[in-house]
């Protein structure tokens, strides 16, 4: 019997023309992985709504602003990607498109950043519910996140750019904690209706500035972050899904409140599809015609975040 691991599934999907880079960090993909990439997205798009999350379609980016409301830049800075553009001023564009190089002028010539690219979908939902009163929010969306992680970068395993679906709660701080808590029960049972193979584990964010890492040493003592990491072969495991509970931190920061005055509390479940399809690939291999069905067991998993 073939063991599989993340290298060796990215190496043979590779070689068969179903996984590129046309950039570090950004991976693109055809064929058998595409569809299986597929089935796990309808999945936890199907979940969700069973679960009676609220769909939100949110924009790519972010304002600044957001971020530095979020207090993301004494946070996470070291991930940021920012968007950009070029201007209109003639003389400008007119020496890009004659330049020998033009993409390298292109890319000196892009103006400040506009906006960043989003690093996390939770942000969209406390921008979009700031100043407001809330008793309760059930918000779920999936799109792409930006975190710029060096040369840690791994097909599937960590990208610059990466899928993630995500619930959000924000209300009451008990209904946050218990929300969290059935969405680790869940996130475990989906894992092994996958035949994959992990644990839940505590974790930290990897907090930037002396002034947020006692936020990550809050965390830990608190038990506010869970980790549901998968088995990618080679004895290692990666983070494939994270419970997180705010407590009032964006309730406060974006002015959140409940019914009876108080800051709302928050917490999210994510969960990165590409790994998803990664530990699913190292447990079952690449030849889809091994594969078992991930629709399996799917009533089993519904209404468990009520």
């Known amino acids: 019997m073939l063991f599989w691991?993340?290298?060796?599934?990215v190496a043979e999907l590779a070689r068969r023309g179903e996984?590129?880079?046309?950039?570090?960090?950004?991976?693109?993909?055809?064929?058998g992985v595409l569809a299986l990439f597929r089935r796990i997205e309808t999945r936890l798009a199907d979940l969700a709504r069973a679960e009676g999350f609220d769909e939100w379609q949110v924009a790519p980016g972010l304002e600044l602003q957001t971020l530095a409301r979020a207090r993301y830049f004494e946070s996470f800075p070291?991930?940021?990607?920012?968007?950009?553009?070029?201007?209109?001023?003639?003389?400008?564009l007119d020496s890009i498109a004659r330049s020998p190089d033009p993409a390298a002028a292109a890319g000196r010539a892009i103006g400040p950043a506009a906006c960043a690219l989003t690093p996390a979908l939770?942000?969209?939902?406390?921008?979009?519910?700031?100043?407001?009163?809330?008793?309760?929010?059930?918000?779920?969306?999936?799109?792409t996140c930006w975190r710029h992680e060096g040369d840690r970068l791994r097909p599937l395993e960590?990208?610059?750019?990466?899928?993630?679906?995500?619930?959000v709660f924000v209300g009451a701080a008990a209904d946050v904690r218990a929300f969290r808590q059935a969405g680790m029960a869940l996130g475990l049972r989906l894992a092994r209706s996958l035949g994959l193979s992990g644990d839940l584990q505590t974790a930290t964010d990897p907090f930037f500035a002396p002034s947020a890492k006692g936020r990550a040493l809050l965390q830990q003592v608190k038990g506010l972050k869970h980790e549901l990491r998968l088995d990618v072969g080679g004895g290692r495991r990666v983070a494939a899904a994270s419970f997180n509970d705010h407590e009032r931190f964006f309730g406060t920061c974006f002015d959140i409140r409940q019914p009876h005055g108080e800051p709302a509390a928050s917490?999210?479940?994510?969960?990165?599809?590409?790994?998803?399809?990664?530990?699913?690939?190292?447990a079952h291999g690449p030849d889809p015609a091994a594969w078992p069905d991930v629709d399996a067991a799917r009533p089993v998993l519904e209404r468990t975040l009520t």
Do not use: K, N
């Open 122 to 143: 939770c942000y969209h939902t406390y921008a979009r519910l700031s100043g407001e009163t809330v008793e309760a929010v059930r918000m779920t969306t999936q799109g």
């Open 19 to 31: 996984l590129w880079e046309p950039v570090p960090g950004l991976v693109a993909c055809r064929g």
């Open 267 to 282: 917490g999210c479940i994510a969960f990165g599809l590409e790994r998803w399809v990664l530990a699913f690939l190292v």
């Open 158 to 167: 960590r990208g610059w750019a990466f899928t993630m679906r995500e619930m």
């Open 5 to 9: 691991t993340a290298d060796t599934v």
């Open 78 to 92: 070291q991930w940021l990607t920012a968007a950009g553009h070029l201007g209109d001023d003639e003389a400008t």
